[in-house]
């Protein structure tokens, strides 16, 4: 198992572009989470799934959109990015017979 | 889904025991707790979660009150690696109106000292 893939680790974007932040989980997880994280912050939930073709907000999901067509992945969005985007984000999985969480490694965006 | 509450910071000597609180008074009955540790800036760590009874791992202990609306996360043994933040979260019941949703909350910053 790779567990939670994320991709870019690093991308630097120009204010109006856009891109997608791509996730992927091969533990056959239905719940999986779009978090991001302000330097010195904690956790926000940006966006949620609790299986294929189920998405809903979390706290912060302005500027942000979500797709979940295949239990596998969970692209995060970002039409038009803005410097209140950057921000390092978090992809996470929950699931397994310990309903454990598993993180990936994170993908550092910076928007100039 | 159910909020928690946990002191800014705590510090510990090294080699004692560390007692992180954490105050979950609105979970319901099927709520897990889940305790993450995050250092810098990687992606946050599994610990141990529980449901009702007292949990032990290799890492830490889990000790949840008979009410559940408080628990506790103890290191036996800390460590200068173990300085971290350390989340305490609640996981939505399934059903619920936030069903699946999983927020964090700011955290304890644990400072083990020599």
């Known amino acids: 198992n790779a567990g939670v893939t994320q991709t870019p680790k690093f991308r630097i974007l120009k204010i109006g572009q856009s891109m997608t932040l791509q996730c992927a989980q091969d533990?056959?997880?239905?719940?999986m989470y779009w978090y991001r994280q302000d330097p010195g912050m904690g956790l926000k939930l940006i966006y949620y799934?609790?299986?294929?073709?189920?998405?809903d907000k979390g706290e912060v999901p302005n500027g942000y959109n979500v797709s979940r067509s295949t239990t596998e992945d969970f692209p995060l969005r970002l039409e038009l990015a803005a410097p209140s985007q950057t921000s390092v984000y978090f992809c996470?999985?929950?699931?397994?017979?310990?309903?454990?969480?598993?993180f990936g490694e994170g993908s550092w965006l910076t928007v100039v | 889904d159910a909020k928690t509450t946990q002191p800014t910071s705590m510090d510990c000597a090294e080699g004692r025991a560390a007692n992180l609180p954490c105050n979950h008074s609105?979970?319901?009955?099927?709520?897990?707790v889940y305790w993450y540790r995050q250092i810098h800036s990687q992606g946050p760590q599994y610990i141990i979660h529980?449901?009702?009874n007292n949990e032990t791992n290799e890492m830490a202990s889990l000790i949840i009150t008979e009410d559940r609306k408080s628990s506790t996360l103890i290191l036996p043994h800390a460590t200068l690696r173990d300085t971290a933040v350390y989340y305490c979260?609640?996981?939505?019941?399934?059903?619920?109106?936030?069903?699946?949703?999983?927020?964090f909350g700011q955290g304890t910053i644990l400072t083990v000292h020599p």
């Open positions: 996470a999985s929950l699931g397994g017979s310990g309903n454990t969480i598993y």
């Open positions: 979260i609640v996981r939505a019941s399934a059903g619920g109106t936030s069903y699946g949703k999983l927020t």
């Open positions: 533990m056959n997880h239905n719940y």
């Open positions: 529980g449901l009702k």
């Open positions: 799934s609790v299986g294929a073709g189920i998405t």
């Open positions: 609105t979970i319901s009955g099927n709520e897990y």
